[in-house]
């Protein structure tokens, strides 16, 4: 499949000279920011990882939520931060989001949905469980802009 952000990047580098820039850690990295996808879709998590690796992030994955719960216990000390869809099979994203939101050890954990989900009673849900941000799939912009905002905003 093309990769259509690399291709316009290639043919029109001026059109990315406005964009913030921002500096993760270094692959392997003790300070390198973790995330946490829980996405079913084989293509669209590998698309969203390949985004956030791009950007210098660490990338954990579970195929649904009940995986991505079972990643998230064991690596509580470094994810910094939850992506996930909401129609997956065995735990949706708002079943995830509610274990995260219900377990104090995850309390400040920001929570962003990345779906095809984004009704008005959709995004109500998904606030009323903990979804901090709505994201629509395939918008790289917006989703790495709300990623480095909550990750910033996490540093500081």
């Known amino acids: 499949l093309v990769n259509i952000f690399e291709l316009t990047q290639s043919l029109f580098p001026d059109w990315f000279m406005d964009q913030e820039i921002y500096e993760m850690g270094e692959e392997g990295d003790e300070n390198q920011t973790t995330i946490l996808i829980a996405e079913d879709s084989n293509f669209f998590r590998n698309q969203v990882k390949g985004y956030m690796e791009e950007a210098?992030?660490?990338?954990?994955?579970?195929?649904d939520g009940a995986v991505a719960w079972e990643v998230l216990q064991?690596?509580?000390?470094?994810?910094?931060?939850?992506?996930?869809?909401?129609?997956?099979?065995?735990?949706?994203?708002?079943?995830?989001?509610?274990?995260?939101?219900?377990?104090?050890?995850?309390?400040?954990?920001?929570?962003?949905?990345?779906?095809?989900?984004?009704g008005e009673e959709d995004i109500a849900k998904g606030k009323a469980?903990?979804?901090?941000?709505?994201?629509?799939?395939?918008?790289?912009?917006k989703l790495m802009a709300a990623v480095h905002n909550f990750v910033k905003s996490g540093m500081q």
């Open 74 to 118: 064991d690596n509580m000390e470094s994810v910094s931060l939850v992506v996930t869809d909401i129609e997956m099979p065995n735990m949706n994203g708002f079943e995830f989001t509610e274990l995260i939101r219900k377990d104090n050890r995850f309390a400040g954990i920001p929570i962003i949905a990345l779906t095809t989900l984004a």
């Open 129 to 141: 469980v903990g979804i901090d941000e709505y994201h629509i799939k395939l918008d790289k912009e």
């Open 56 to 63: 210098g992030y660490r990338v954990l994955e579970g195929e």
